[in-house]
């Protein structure tokens, strides 16, 4: 059985890591033979961008690319021809390893220089074939991104042997409900909305059962005005990670729902059904049959059969026909869900040779009582994918139904096998958890009735291995394994998490925590433009109220609503901030991509009430300031400020957005007073927002020190008249390309406008430190120096020395 963590932990909530949950399971009995993690060691195949497609020099079937990876630009020879210029491609970089131990090297094909490799789903892993390379939705991550990370497909695929008598186990859900009884917490079974149409089953379809013995359940619906097309992306992933290949999207469901559930089903052309009607029988002893693999098949007389009115089209439990198969043409579906005796399946499948995924539930018995549970989540994902109407009702021919005999338990006799000592309500407990249905009959007696799909238990000692194993066999003192004790190292993520934190701590700030949940009106209150990928939220199933209804793409709309009810309390000088997660959707895949962010708030007082304090109040550069230093202690380099207005939610005027080097990593400044307004705050607001994933990349884990010089320094003044419009940061660039090794600091310290500056021009005063590492500095040499400086911010920046 192939399970993958990501899938399982839509059922159930755990924070176990993948090692972790290996192990829960081993000792639950369903032992982990092989884990695999999905895209580990292929960081090194990248995002990247085809900016230039043509013909091979020397080649007719080859092309040449130049590929942008989001730091170089790369010449790549390819073969593939169903790609053109602007595709969004992976790029796998030299170095690195494709599975097979196909290691990228730099190479001349046919006379041209090749730098990488353009990777199709096949050379990735992601499939068994492939018509030509892989070409990525527009809307993934940057260029650069590690192509698994990028679509989310990096997940570990756990292969779980299963002993014979767990059939219950061949799903999804059945490992979730394992789980989730082992750790107390409750499952999430998967919903089923039904939206039925007017036309009721009965009208159009029928169903008889003639051997009830091999067959105890035969449920169907039906659905009209399908269209038979390719799967979305996240179904054909989702099924190619467990190893199951896409078909279409009416076949793709059925092999979803029946790794989802663990009950085989099968999708009939209704329109090739003869008399639109199924009947269930033995096969006549030498009736031939052709299966989906196109094989002719000779049945006996021990063999079930699904016949429509005049023939038979599929092998029960086993396989389907090729006279009744979905085709590209089929707009009538009939959704087979069935129980058959495990039995008669096994002899069929045996004799045959045909094993299937089906069969090997079948052969195991599945679970009679879930038999319209999946027929229903089936339809429902039918109508959601291939669209049509579905009929009215369903037809579900269970004859002998009856209730489930209830099994008398004894928790001493239970204590007295297990060899511990359990207290009476914890083993019933035990047993409440396994979803069984408990009542007392007697003193210390009671009646004990196992869930329908653990056909397993049978008698009291069943029960009692069942709370053994939940207590856990390693309780049991004479079987008390040797464990060691593991001690794991904070990531380097993990780390610079927890640096951030402290550092703005350490510059007064308070940390906040608010819940991931927001209200679907915050993107308004932040006047998001229409066209925002912030609008676009994922929403909650059952929220609690209105106002957290919606998971939070920003932490802005949190921080400003605890600012507002700060100020209520009149907590009046604040400086908040808050590094959580937010939730952003990925088209095409149904997990969002979960970035962190830092967002801070300052306002009121910048240094508090007190009689030795001015009373200034915190201003655009405070918030400035506190970056500046974050970003110092993080060693992310090559920082400049451009004065815009980088989101709709700043003051036009007053806010810039923050780069490293071409990179944008944030933005600061003054909250618009509309969206002021629209959080009921009163007083001016100054917020910062910086993007912490890309912090982690920019961040230098090795930091340069240099000695400090024994000589002594010597500072000259500049003062000059200088447009308003000219960029202090353009002053200190330009004393700086000066390059001379002698230039050790250069300041602004004062800034002048008014009496005697013509208007729309500032006075600057500037102060240039000059020292030198291996003599004193000459007045000579200091003042030729100075007038390099002078001369060039003349020159580059057409001032007016004063």
């Given at each position: 059985?192939?399970?993958?963590?990501?899938?399982?932990?839509?059922?159930?909530?755990?924070?176990?890591?993948?090692?972790?949950?290996?192990?829960?399971?081993?000792?639950?009995?369903?032992?982990?033979?092989?884990?695999?993690?999905?895209?580990?060691?292929?960081?090194?195949?990248?995002?990247?961008?085809?900016?230039?497609?043509?013909?091979?020099?020397?080649?007719?079937?080859?092309?040449?690319?130049?590929?942008?990876?989001?730091?170089?630009?790369?010449?790549?020879?390819?073969?593939?021809?169903?790609?053109?210029?602007?595709?969004?491609?992976?790029?796998?970089?030299?170095?690195?390893?494709?599975?097979?131990?196909?290691?990228?090297?730099?190479?001349?094909?046919?006379?041209?220089?090749?730098?990488?490799?353009?990777?199709?789903?096949?050379?990735?892993?992601?499939?068994?074939?492939?018509?030509?390379?892989?070409?990525?939705?527009?809307?993934?991550?940057?260029?650069?991104?590690?192509?698994?990370?990028?679509?989310?497909?990096?997940?570990?695929?756990?292969?779980?042997?299963?002993?014979?008598?767990?059939?219950?186990?061949?799903?999804?859900?059945?490992?979730?409900?394992?789980?989730?009884?082992?750790?107390?917490?409750?499952?999430?079974?998967?919903?089923?909305?039904?939206?039925?149409?007017?036309?009721?089953?009965?009208?159009?379809?029928?169903?008889?059962?003639?051997?009830?013995?091999?067959?105890?359940?035969?449920?169907?619906?039906?659905?009209?005005g399908c269209t038979v097309a390719p799967s979305p992306e996240w179904l054909v992933k989702r099924?190619?990670?467990?190893?199951?290949?896409?078909?279409?999207?009416?076949?793709?469901?059925?092999?979803?729902?029946?790794?989802?559930l663990g009950q085989p089903l099968h999708a009939f052309d209704c329109d090739r059904l003869a008399?639109?009607?199924?009947?269930?029988?033995?096969?006549?002893?030498?009736?031939?049959?052709?299966?989906?693999?196109?094989?002719?098949?000779?049945?006996?007389?021990?063999?079930?059969?699904?016949?429509?009115?005049?023939?038979?089209?599929?092998?029960?439990?086993?396989?389907?026909?090729?006279?009744?198969?979905?085709?590209?043409?089929?707009?009538?579906?009939?959704?087979?869900?069935?129980?058959?005796?495990?039995?008669?399946?096994?002899?069929?499948?045996?004799?045959?040779?045909?094993?299937?995924?089906?069969?090997?539930?079948?052969?195991?018995?599945?679970?009679?009582?879930?038999?319209?549970?999946?027929?229903?989540?089936?339809?429902?994902?039918?109508?959601?994918?291939?669209?049509?109407?579905?009929?009215?009702?369903?037809?579900?021919?269970?004859?002998?139904?009856?209730?489930?005999?209830?099994?008398?338990?004894?928790?001493?006799?239970?204590?007295?096998?297990?060899?511990?000592?359990?207290?009476?309500?914890?083993?019933?407990?035990?047993?409440?958890k396994l979803e069984c249905l408990v009542s007392e009959v007697s003193d210390g007696v009671f009646?004990?009735?196992?869930?329908?799909?653990?056909?397993?238990?049978?008698?009291?000692?069943?029960?009692?291995?069942?709370?053994?194993?939940?207590?856990?066999?390693?309780?049991?003192?004479?079987?008390?394994?040797?464990?060691?004790?593991?001690?794991?190292?904070?990531?380097?993520?993990?780390?610079?998490?927890?640096?951030?934190?402290?550092?703005?701590?350490?510059?007064?700030?308070?940390?906040?925590?608010?819940?991931?949940?927001?209200?679907?009106?915050?993107?308004?209150?932040?006047?998001?433009?229409?066209?925002?990928?912030?609008?676009?939220?994922?929403?909650?199933?059952?929220?609690?109220?209105?106002?957290?209804?919606?998971?939070?793409?920003?932490?802005?709309?949190?921080?400003?609503?605890?600012?507002?009810?700060?100020?209520?309390?009149?907590?009046?000088?604040?400086?908040?901030?808050?590094?959580?997660?937010?939730?952003?959707?990925?088209?095409?895949?149904?997990?969002?991509?979960?970035?962190?962010?830092?967002?801070?708030?300052?306002?009121?007082?910048?240094?508090?009430?007190?009689?030795?304090?001015?009373?200034?109040?915190?201003?655009?550069?405070?918030?400035?300031?506190?970056?500046?230093?974050?970003?110092?202690?993080?060693?992310?380099?090559?920082?400049?400020?451009?004065?815009?207005?980088?989101?709709?939610?700043?003051?036009?005027?007053?806010?810039?957005?923050?780069?490293?080097?071409?990179?944008?990593?944030?933005?600061?400044?003054?909250?618009?007073?509309?969206?002021?307004?629209?959080?009921?705050?009163?007083?001016?607001?100054?917020?910062?927002?910086?993007?912490?994933?890309?912090?982690?990349?920019?961040?230098?884990?090795?930091?340069?020190?240099?000695?400090?010089?024994?000589?002594?320094?010597?500072?000259?003044?500049?003062?000059?008249?200088?447009?308003?419009?000219?960029?202090?940061?353009?002053?200190?660039?330009?004393?700086?390309?000066?390059?001379?090794?002698?230039?050790?600091?250069?300041?602004?310290?004062?800034?002048?406008?008014?009496?005697?500056?013509?208007?729309?021009?500032?006075?600057?005063?500037?102060?240039?430190?000059?020292?030198?590492?291996?003599?004193?500095?000459?007045?000579?040499?200091?003042?030729?120096?100075?007038?390099?400086?002078?001369?060039?911010?003349?020159?580059?920046?057409?001032?007016?020395?004063?």
């Open positions: 059985m192939k399970i993958t963590y990501n899938w399982l932990k839509e059922f159930v909530d755990f924070d176990h890591s993948p090692e972790q949950l290996a192990e829960l399971l081993t000792m639950l009995g369903l032992e982990v033979e092989a884990m695999e993690k999905l895209g580990e060691g292929m960081d090194d195949v990248v995002v990247a961008l085809v900016e230039e497609k043509r013909q091979h020099p020397n080649a007719d079937k080859l092309s040449l690319c130049r590929v942008n990876n989001g730091r170089e630009l790369l010449d790549v020879v390819c073969g593939a021809q169903n790609f053109k210029q602007g595709d969004i491609v992976a790029l796998a970089q030299i170095g690195a390893t494709l599975p097979g131990d196909f290691k990228i090297k730099r190479s001349k094909i046919r006379g041209e220089e090749s730098c990488g490799m353009l990777c199709s789903e096949k050379e990735l892993g992601l499939a068994n074939e492939s018509d030509g390379i892989m070409v990525l939705p527009v809307a993934v991550s940057s260029l650069g991104t590690p192509v698994f990370s990028a679509l989310g497909m990096k997940d570990t695929l756990f292969e779980i042997g299963l002993t014979p008598n767990r059939a219950d186990c061949l799903s999804v859900v059945g490992i979730a409900r394992e789980v989730a009884a082992k750790l107390g917490i409750k499952i999430k079974y998967p919903l089923s909305a039904l939206v039925e149409g007017n036309v009721s089953v009965e009208s159009v379809i029928g169903v008889s059962v003639e051997d009830a013995e091999l067959c105890p359940r035969y449920a169907a619906r039906y659905i009209s099924l190619n990670a467990i190893g199951i290949r896409s078909i279409n999207n009416v076949v793709d469901v059925t092999n979803l729902v029946m790794m989802e008399g639109k009607r199924i009947v269930v029988r033995r096969a006549e002893e030498g009736e031939r049959f052709a299966t989906l693999d196109g094989q002719q098949r000779l049945l006996m007389a021990t063999d079930l059969v699904i016949c429509d009115a005049e023939r038979p089209v599929a092998l029960a439990g086993v396989m389907g026909g090729e006279n009744s198969e979905i085709e590209d043409s089929t707009t009538s579906i009939l959704l087979e869900s069935a129980c058959f005796r495990p039995a008669a399946i096994r002899r069929t499948s045996k004799r045959l040779g045909l094993h299937t995924e089906s069969s090997h539930r079948f052969e195991r018995g599945t679970d009679v009582g879930g038999v319209t549970r999946a027929l229903d989540r089936a339809a429902a994902l039918v109508v959601e994918l291939a669209g049509g109407a579905l009929a009215q009702g369903s037809l579900d021919i269970y004859p002998g139904k009856s209730e489930p005999a209830a099994i008398e338990f004894r928790p001493e006799r239970a204590n007295s096998l297990i060899g511990i000592e359990l207290q009476r309500e914890e083993i019933i407990d035990i047993l409440k009646a004990v009735i196992p869930p329908s799909y653990r056909i397993d238990i049978e008698r009291e000692v069943d029960l009692i291995e069942e709370v053994a194993r939940l207590n856990g066999f390693d309780r049991i003192p004479a079987t008390m394994p040797i464990a060691k004790v593991v001690s794991d190292r904070p990531t380097r993520h993990q780390q610079l998490e927890k640096r951030v934190r402290d550092i703005l701590v350490n510059n007064g700030m308070n940390e906040i925590i608010n819940f991931s949940f927001t209200s679907p009106d915050a993107a308004c209150k932040l006047m998001l433009g229409q066209d925002d990928p912030r609008r676009i939220t994922i929403k909650l199933a059952n929220p609690l109220v209105d106002e957290q209804s919606v998971m939070r793409t920003s932490l802005l709309p949190g921080l400003l609503e605890t600012t507002a009810r700060n100020i209520s309390f009149r907590s009046l000088d604040l400086k908040l901030f808050e590094m959580r997660r937010v939730y952003l959707p990925v088209a095409g895949d149904i997990m969002p991509r979960e970035p962190i962010f830092i967002v801070g708030a300052l306002t009121g007082s910048r240094y508090g009430a007190g009689w030795s304090r001015t009373d200034e109040l915190i201003d655009f550069y405070d918030a400035k300031g506190i970056i500046e230093n974050l970003l110092e202690l993080l060693n992310v380099g090559g920082i400049s400020w451009v004065p815009d207005t980088p989101e709709p939610y700043f003051h036009p005027g007053k806010s810039c957005t923050v780069f490293s080097g071409r990179e944008r990593i944030g933005s600061v400044g003054e909250i618009h007073p509309t969206v002021l307004e629209n959080y009921g705050l009163e007083k001016t607001v100054f917020c910062f927002e910086l993007d912490f994933e890309k912090l982690v990349k920019l961040s230098r884990s090795k930091l340069v020190i240099r000695a400090p010089s024994r000589f002594p320094d010597s500072t000259r003044d500049i003062a000059m008249l200088a447009p308003d419009g000219l960029l202090f940061e353009k002053i200190i660039g330009c004393v700086n390309s000066v390059k001379a090794k002698e230039i050790e600091d250069v300041i602004i310290f004062d800034v002048y406008r008014g009496k005697g500056i013509p208007e729309g021009y500032k006075s600057i005063a500037i102060r240039v430190r000059y020292r030198s590492y291996d003599r004193t500095l000459t007045d000579d040499e200091i003042s030729a120096l100075h007038r390099k400086v002078t001369d060039i911010l003349v020159s580059k920046l057409q001032v007016t020395l004063r």
